[in-house]
């Protein structure tokens, strides 16, 4: 749930199909004081891995929803990234996206 009384998201849902990303996204979600579901249907932030099986989906659902969405992927890969933005997300290079999602827990979004 989102804390209320910072706006801060607390649930981030996590589509990785790199278990070293999952692996290291979860535990800065978890050092930020959220938590990681799987339950795609309750979630305060998406974190959406651009090679993942169904990104689009499930930043077309987010922001349907209002939920924000971070998607990371390759710097080499930009029309990726790009496509991502125009679906709705915010969209960072597999080299930031730690430091994003750090960033988006601390802070009210």
Known sequence: MIDLATGV????????????????LGAVVEGAGGSVTRDAAAYDLAVVELEARGWAERIRDAHGRGIPVL????HMNADLLRRARE??????PNSRVEDRVAQLLATST
């Open 71 to 74: 998607a990371f992927g390759s």
């Open 9 to 24: 998201p607390r649930r981030v849902y996590l589509l990785t199909r790199d278990l070293l990303f999952r692996g290291k």
């Open 87 to 92: 679906l709705g997300a915010e969209a960072v």
